[in-house]
């Protein structure tokens, strides 16, 4: 049974490096393996000291009501920070929000970021040039980018000039005010500035898929666009999971956008209540939510991993392998 | 699966109750001593950063104080006050005196973070008497004062001369009673040039909180919970809607500005209810702009404002409190408050030092002043922040016609009063 695996095994390692000899052998193992783990032990304290001890504690956190001031003082509630979740109107209105703005952004983020890798990696002229242009969004902060795509998307502002200059709307729209149009505003700025970090990745993608398939295709006579739905598309399955689910991700965690255009408050009338928003809402607006916001934030994390799992499915990485 | 989440569950528990026990303990109340003691001692006072004039000011106040006591200052600025200040009290790394808006008192003081200064004020036998009476109030709950008023800024009605003389009209046109101003400002708006908003305010409770309760219903009631939608006070707002859907009154977002404050300096609007911090915000980036103030319009002619206030408070776990006292005591003393309001600009919360400033003739901020007297503060007790929430979240809903006043303040009240009853019960 395990002879197959292991002849597998020992060609896998014999590619990479000679096959290390076994009875000299385990002295070195053993300083390797330590010199590893001391290579390793920073970062493993770094992330169980920020990352693990903060999560571990959250959970904790979220089945107490608790009050962090002075002396701390837990109160152990059982599920009753997820029933008062489940109850709580507002929740179900930033999931909804939330959903809406990731169901938009995603799909139309991962497309463009594509189609813009495909056309920079098809060998026009400049490549490199608009590479390190459409890459410059990525580089600035999100905060910044609001503030100049408030100024931008304003009453006075350019958006509305040219729209109007040219008749397509009779009076300037208050894009960022408007309960109708807030939340649109923000997809759109969110899509603008996260297009290019993806489509750097899809450039890394395309340069492994190798170009005799090209080639081929164009024997047959396939056009432009038969060849990126044909081959470069399924070809880059693997990177699509991995923007997708990053797409996902950041989506659920809007935070920033929604808070600057909004103060803080999620309006005009729940407008822009973000599931973020609203755990920082109880975490620091109001004094003695943290263990409801830590329900929250477990409950998101929950959402995050079972629609991006569902995501993977539907995407069927295994298929092409 | 249980088995599996309970190991790592029972561990966190563990760690949660060692946390516990090493934080608990309570204090013993520490009164002042002789203060000559205290010479040579370090104490640190958080604030917000604030405008120029402030932080100078500020500077001024510190080496004053450390000159009269011997009592060094360290200063810690917050750039994000509540998220840091929270994070520090509950961290044990807050300063030992720090800034406290009255609308923050009651949650804080509630969660035992705040020192109650009564005892202080009586070993020092302190006159309270010398502070404006609602700015003191703005920091008492449950008989107790946390803290000594720095400060206050009141709301005042801010007129354009230019403006209203070009569209033929003077300062005294404007009304002194709040029922009479849609009438006024409809007249203003058909002389205005176009592009020019009669009037501009920035719409959430802040502002508004004395319009609710001038029918005499408090938007909270005794037991912290929301009323906004009784009839008074449906009533006593019903004009702002009318006069907004009206494009009498617009919100500085409608004109694409992200303050009151610029609107009315870059001439957009003819007439603007602000605080007094708008004063000098116009002085200094819109010089070519001449302004005229009053105080804001009468309800049924009962005088009527808001006032934000700032005070000093002492940390209830500072090792330091008879330093930190000294140094609350000297601020609001009439030497450290008449350095500071006279070096910053801002109303001194004593009416003495206001009258040795001679504020009172200030032809710009005697309006502010007078209101000091009368207005509201804002701060109502420890569920204001998720009533506020609501409130400025729905009634925009109401503003733009999505909704009746009447409906989006019963859905705010609602959804306020549930969180209310889940969150802080």
Not at chain 2, 49 to 76: C, N, P, S, W
Not at chain 2, 277 to 290: D, G, K, L, T, Y
């Given at each position: 049974m395990g002879t197959q695996l292991e002849i597998n095994r020992r060609t896998d390692t014999a590619s990479q490096a000679p096959p290390p000899k076994k009875k000299k052998g385990s002295e070195r193992d053993r300083r390797e393996a330590v010199q590893g783990m001391t290579f390793m032990l920073p970062t493993i304290i770094i992330l169980v000291t920020f990352t693990l001890l903060p999560i571990a504690y959250s959970l904790f956190l979220s089945f107490t009501?608790?009050?962090?001031?002075?002396?701390?003082?837990?109160?152990?509630?059982?599920?009753?920070?997820?029933?008062?979740?489940?109850?709580?109107?507002?929740?179900?209105?930033?999931?909804?929000?939330?959903?809406?703005?990731?169901?938009?952004?995603?799909?139309?983020?991962?497309?463009?970021?594509?189609?813009?890798?495909?056309?920079?990696?098809?060998?026009?002229?400049?490549?490199?040039?608009?590479?390190?242009?459409?890459?410059?969004?990525?580089?600035?902060?999100?905060?910044?980018?609001?503030?100049?795509?408030?100024?931008?998307?304003?009453?006075?502002?350019?958006?509305?000039?040219?729209?109007?200059?040219?008749?397509?709307?009779?009076?300037?729209?208050?894009?960022i005010n408007e309960t109708d149009f807030a939340l649109t505003t923000i997809m759109v700025m969110n899509i603008w500035s996260t297009v290019p970090f993806f489509m750097t990745i899809y450039l890394a993608g395309l340069q492994d898929i190798p170009s005799s398939l090209y080639e081929a295709a164009s024997l047959d006579g396939a056009n432009a666009w038969q060849k990126l739905m044909k081959i470069t598309v399924p070809n880059l399955t693997p990177v699509t999971n991995y923007v997708l689910l990053m797409g996902i991700i950041g989506c659920f965690q809007l935070f920033d956008q929604a808070y600057i255009i909004s103060g803080g408050t999620g309006g005009p009338n729940n407008a822009t209540l973000t599931f973020s928003l609203i755990i920082y809402q109880y975490a620091f607006k109001t004094i003695g939510t943290m263990g409801y916001a830590s329900a929250l934030a477990i409950i998101l994390t929950i959402i995050i991993f079972t629609v991006s799992m569902i995501a993977r499915k539907l995407n069927k990485e295994e298929s092409n392998y | 699966m249980n088995k599996k989440v309970s190991k790592p569950l029972s561990i966190v528990m563990l760690s949660g109750l060692v946390f516990t026990a090493a934080c608990g303990g309570e204090e013993e109340a520490q009164v002042a001593s002789d203060p000559s003691e205290l010479e040579g001692k370090e104490i640190t006072v958080g604030t917000w950063k604030g405008t120029d004039a402030e932080v100078k000011a500020f500077d001024e106040l510190l080496?004053?104080?450390?000159?009269?006591?011997?009592?060094?200052?360290?200063?810690?600025?917050?750039?994000?006050?509540?998220?840091?200040?929270?994070?520090?009290?509950?961290?044990?790394?807050?300063?030992?005196?720090?800034?406290?808006?009255?609308?923050?008192?009651?949650?804080?003081?509630?969660?035992?973070?705040?020192?109650?200064?009564?005892?202080?004020?009586?070993?020092?036998?302190?006159?309270?008497?010398?502070?404006?009476?609602?700015?003191?109030?703005?920091?008492?709950?449950?008989?107790?004062?946390?803290?000594?008023?720095?400060?206050?800024?009141?709301?005042?009605?801010?007129?354009?001369?230019?403006?209203?003389?070009?569209?033929?009209?003077?300062?005294?046109?404007?009304?002194?009673?709040?029922?009479?101003?849609?009438?006024?400002?409809?007249?203003?708006?058909?002389?205005?040039?176009?592009?020019?908003?009669?009037?501009?305010?920035?719409?959430?409770?802040?502002?508004?909180?004395?319009?609710?309760?001038?029918?005499?219903?408090?938007?909270?009631?005794?037991?912290?919970?929301?009323?906004?939608?009784?009839?008074?006070?449906?009533?006593?707002?019903?004009?702002?809607?009318?006069?907004?859907?009206?494009?009498?009154?617009?919100?500085?977002?409608d004109l694409g500005q992200g303050w009151a404050g610029d609107s009315f300096g870059a001439e957009k609007s003819a007439i603007m209810i602000e605080g007094n911090w708008a004063i000098s915000h116009i002085e200094q980036n819109f010089p070519n702009v001449e302004m005229g103030t009053k105080e804001v319009p009468t309800i049924d002619g009962n005088s009527g404002s808001m006032m934000f206030t700032v005070s000093y408070s002492l940390n209830s776990d500072s090792e330091e409190k008879a330093a930190g006292w000294e140094f609350i005591n000297y601020a609001t003393s009439k030497d450290g408050m008449k350095i500071w309001s006279e070096g910053a600009g801002v109303l001194p919360s004593l009416k003495s030092i206001a009258e040795e400033l001679n504020l009172q003739d200030d032809e710009l901020k005697a309006p502010f002043v007078a209101a000091g007297a009368y207005a509201t503060p804002w701060q109502k007790g420890d569920s204001l922040s998720i009533v506020a929430r609501e409130y400025n979240n729905l009634l925009p809903a109401a503003l733009k016609g999505d909704m009746t006043l009447e409906e989006a303040m019963k859905k705010a009240e609602e959804t306020a009063n549930k969180d209310i009853e889940t969150q802080l019960k």
């Amino acid at each position: 049974m395990g002879t197959q695996l292991e002849i597998n095994r020992r060609t896998d390692t014999a590619s990479q490096a000679p096959p290390p000899k076994k009875k000299k052998g385990s002295e070195r193992d053993r300083r390797e393996a330590v010199q590893g783990m001391t290579f390793m032990l920073p970062t493993i304290i770094i992330l169980v000291t920020f990352t693990l001890l903060p999560i571990a504690y959250s959970l904790f956190l979220s089945f107490t009501r608790v009050n962090l001031f002075g002396g701390i003082d837990f109160q152990w509630v059982g599920f009753e920070n997820y029933i008062n979740a489940w109850n709580d109107d507002r929740v179900w209105t930033a999931l909804k929000n939330t959903f809406r703005y990731a169901l938009f952004v995603v799909p139309i983020q991962t497309a463009i970021a594509l189609l813009m890798a495909a056309v920079l990696n098809s060998g026009i002229r400049f490549q490199n040039t608009f590479r390190t242009i459409y890459f410059l969004p990525t580089l600035t902060s999100s905060s910044a980018l609001t503030m100049i795509f408030m100024f931008l998307f304003s009453l006075n502002g350019p958006i509305n000039n040219v729209l109007v200059s040219l008749g397509l709307l009779d009076a300037p729209v208050n894009f960022i005010n408007e309960t109708d149009f807030a939340l649109t505003t923000i997809m759109v700025m969110n899509i603008w500035s996260t297009v290019p970090f993806f489509m750097t990745i899809y450039l890394a993608g395309l340069q492994d898929i190798p170009s005799s398939l090209y080639e081929a295709a164009s024997l047959d006579g396939a056009n432009a666009w038969q060849k990126l739905m044909k081959i470069t598309v399924p070809n880059l399955t693997p990177v699509t999971n991995y923007v997708l689910l990053m797409g996902i991700i950041g989506c659920f965690q809007l935070f920033d956008q929604a808070y600057i255009i909004s103060g803080g408050t999620g309006g005009p009338n729940n407008a822009t209540l973000t599931f973020s928003l609203i755990i920082y809402q109880y975490a620091f607006k109001t004094i003695g939510t943290m263990g409801y916001a830590s329900a929250l934030a477990i409950i998101l994390t929950i959402i995050i991993f079972t629609v991006s799992m569902i995501a993977r499915k539907l995407n069927k990485e295994e298929s092409n392998y | 699966m249980n088995k599996k989440v309970s190991k790592p569950l029972s561990i966190v528990m563990l760690s949660g109750l060692v946390f516990t026990a090493a934080c608990g303990g309570e204090e013993e109340a520490q009164v002042a001593s002789d203060p000559s003691e205290l010479e040579g001692k370090e104490i640190t006072v958080g604030t917000w950063k604030g405008t120029d004039a402030e932080v100078k000011a500020f500077d001024e106040l510190l080496a004053a104080f450390t000159e009269e006591t011997g009592i060094k200052v360290k200063k810690k600025v917050y750039n994000d006050y509540q998220t840091q200040l929270q994070t520090d009290l509950v961290g044990g790394t807050a300063p030992d005196v720090f800034y406290v808006d009255a609308f923050l008192a009651p949650e804080l003081s509630k969660q035992g973070v705040l020192e109650p200064l009564d005892q202080y004020i009586e070993q020092a036998e302190k006159d309270l008497g010398d502070f404006y009476e609602p700015a003191i109030n703005a920091f008492k709950s449950d008989d107790q004062l946390f803290g000594l008023p720095k400060d206050y800024s009141t709301l005042g009605l801010y007129y354009n001369k230019k403006l209203i003389e070009d569209a033929g009209f003077t300062a005294d046109d404007i009304p002194t009673e709040m029922g009479q101003l849609p009438e006024f400002l409809g007249e203003l708006q058909e002389k205005l040039p176009s592009g020019v908003t009669p009037a501009i305010t920035t719409s959430e409770l802040a502002r508004h909180m004395f319009v609710l309760q001038s029918g005499g219903t408090d938007i909270v009631d005794e037991n912290g919970m929301a009323v906004l939608s009784q009839q008074d006070q449906i009533k006593a707002l019903q004009p702002l809607v009318d006069a907004y859907q009206d494009k009498l009154v617009q919100r500085p977002a409608d004109l694409g500005q992200g303050w009151a404050g610029d609107s009315f300096g870059a001439e957009k609007s003819a007439i603007m209810i602000e605080g007094n911090w708008a004063i000098s915000h116009i002085e200094q980036n819109f010089p070519n702009v001449e302004m005229g103030t009053k105080e804001v319009p009468t309800i049924d002619g009962n005088s009527g404002s808001m006032m934000f206030t700032v005070s000093y408070s002492l940390n209830s776990d500072s090792e330091e409190k008879a330093a930190g006292w000294e140094f609350i005591n000297y601020a609001t003393s009439k030497d450290g408050m008449k350095i500071w309001s006279e070096g910053a600009g801002v109303l001194p919360s004593l009416k003495s030092i206001a009258e040795e400033l001679n504020l009172q003739d200030d032809e710009l901020k005697a309006p502010f002043v007078a209101a000091g007297a009368y207005a509201t503060p804002w701060q109502k007790g420890d569920s204001l922040s998720i009533v506020a929430r609501e409130y400025n979240n729905l009634l925009p809903a109401a503003l733009k016609g999505d909704m009746t006043l009447e409906e989006a303040m019963k859905k705010a009240e609602e959804t306020a009063n549930k969180d209310i009853e889940t969150q802080l019960k």
